[in-house]
């Protein structure tokens, strides 16, 4: 059991899912709690607002833990991090779009917002990983991890 938890957690693609999943987690619950617990749910550009903020928390969130858990970055000064996070924030911006706009236009064609927001996450989920994998996270031009 030992043995396989270890190769489960040496899984590059392992790794993401399970920091995928918690930077979902992230987003969702920012959202809902912005649009539950404050004014911002009481209208359309409420909900926009709500997301935005919700999508910026979790990219942070998403940036610490995909460079140290999950690609391993090799960065070593600031200019170099400098870098990736700003790769890694305009990789994000382009999901946030796909993202903002899904959840609004599923909203404003009767969808309940919160089943929008899910089923978003799953179109920028795979997204997220190409793009870290092979645009963010790079040693000399090649990816980062396996």
Known sequence: MKRLIVKLANNGAIRYCFFGLLTTLV???????????????????GETLSNVIAIVLSIIFAFVTNSRFVFHSTASTVGQHMGEFARFFGARLSTLLIEVGGVALMSVLGMN??????????????????????????????????
Not at 114 to 125: E, G, N, P, R, S
């Open 27 to 45: 987003n969702v619950c920012c959202y809902a709690l912005l649009t539950r617990m404050t004014p911002l749910g009481s209208s359309l550009s």
């Open 113 to 146: 917002d919160m089943i929008a927001k899910l089923l978003t996450q799953v179109i920028v989920f795979v997204l997220n990983y190409i793009f870290s994998r092979f645009l963010v996270f790079t040693k000399h031009g090649k990816k980062a991890s396996k």
